[in-house]
DNA sequence: CGCATTTGACCTGCGC
DNA sequence: GCGCAGGTCAAATGCG
């Protein structure tokens, strides 16, 4: 089994920042990579920074976390029509989810968003917010609810990959992901 | 005034 | 065919 590791090193900032940083297509690492684990681990090594922050990054069971976002979203892999319009939900491709403990829903990433949709959600009490990259061009969309069994965690599900370089790169830009074989 | 957010309506797929 | 659930749209609203 393969583990991912953010190095909580890049940056003072990691706790707030970097596990919601998604890698660019430039990155080596693609998120379909992700995608075909298993399960992950984005391990916080950083104990005085974790003290800093009221977020902590968990270790993520894909299977569950990813489970119900493919059953949402598999249906919408193809090309619907409105109105004349193609939108193929496909296109997109790459998808990733994962959770982490967070007293703020909303953190920064180094992308802009913006919000276009927040619905209840069956089987959960809390709402599920419906997010696009504002970039010009760019179709990367980002779901965020709390976790149905444990509110203080944070489910974020990205689809697409960003074609363009982060907006803010003062922190983000510094941040690195380690892949270690030591878990294998 | 411009932009982001809110929110109800609408669309689509799926199960029965 | 109908109802439900999830996702998206777009007009209304709020805020700096």
Redesign the pocket.
């Known amino acids: 089994m393969d583990y991912y590791f953010v190095n909580p090193h890049a940056t003072p900032n990691f706790a707030h920042s970097t596990h919601m940083m998604i890698p660019n297509p430039s990155s080596e690492f693609i998120l379909s990579d992700y995608l075909m684990l298993d399960d992950i681990c984005i391990d916080h090594h950083d104990q005085e920074s974790r003290s800093q922050s009221t977020e902590s990054l968990e270790k993520v069971t894909f299977n569950d976390v990813n489970q119900e976002?493919n059953?949402?979203?598999?249906?919408?892999n193809?090309?619907?029509?409105?109105?004349g319009?193609k939108?193929n939900?496909g296109e997109a491709g790459q998808k990733i989810a994962f959770r982490t403990r967070s007293e703020l829903e909303?953190m920064d990433d180094g992308y802009?968003?913006?919000?276009?949709?927040?619905?209840?959600?069956?089987?959960?009490p809390n709402l599920?917010?419906?997010?696009?990259c504002?970039s010009v061009g760019c179709n990367v969309?980002k779901?965020v609810e709390r976790d149905r069994d444990d509110s203080s965690y944070v489910i974020t599900?990205y689809?697409g990959v960003h074609n363009h370089e982060i907006p803010f790169t003062s922190h983000c830009s510094q941040i690195s992901f380690v892949h270690s074989d030591a878990y294998n």
């Open positions: 976002f059953d949402a979203t598999s249906k919408n193809n090309i619907k029509y409105k109105n319009i939108r939900k909303i802009k968003w913006r919000k276009y949709g927040k619905k209840s959600v069956k089987n959960s599920r917010n419906y997010y696009k504002s969309k779901r599900s689809e």
